[in-house]
């Protein structure tokens, strides 16, 4: 069964860091592209960063140079790595995986999400 799982959310004051985790299982990560995707409250689901089955990485405007999308296949896990949070950023995360995919940024070819991990920016 495949399964992915994000952890790493919290509470957060402006200016601040965390880092999310997707950890996978049931498949291979190596041969999954993995995008992060991000919902705030009131508003529509977005992607904020993917990275393809050959380490390409995309980012969205308005987390570049702030966010760093990394995996690590052996422990079967992506990170997203955030500095620099703004009040903006908060949301909930979610991993999803897409296979074989080269391309990450297609959002319609992810067909397995995890289940969230709120970040909070606040004060």
């Known amino acids: 069964q495949l399964q992915l799982v994000e952890s790493g959310g919290g509470l957060v004051q402006p200016g601040g860091s965390l880092r999310l985790s997707c950890v996978v299982s049931?498949?291979?990560?190596?041969?999954?592209?993995i995008g992060w995707f991000r919902q705030a409250p009131g508003k529509g689901r977005e992607r904020v960063s993917c990275i393809g089955v050959s380490d390409n990485t995309v980012y969205e405007d308005s987390v570049k140079g702030r966010f760093t999308i990394s995996r690590d296949n052996a422990k079967n896990t992506v990170y997203l790595q955030m500095n620099s949070l703004k009040p903006e950023d908060t949301a909930v995360y979610y991993c999803?995986?897409?296979?074989?995919?080269?391309?990450?940024?297609?959002?319609?070819?992810?067909?397995?999400w995890g289940q969230g991990t709120l970040v909070n920016v606040s004060e």
């Open positions: 999803a995986a897409a296979y074989l995919a080269y391309l990450c940024d297609i959002t319609r070819q992810y067909n397995y």
């Open positions: 049931g498949f291979t990560l190596e041969y999954y592209a």
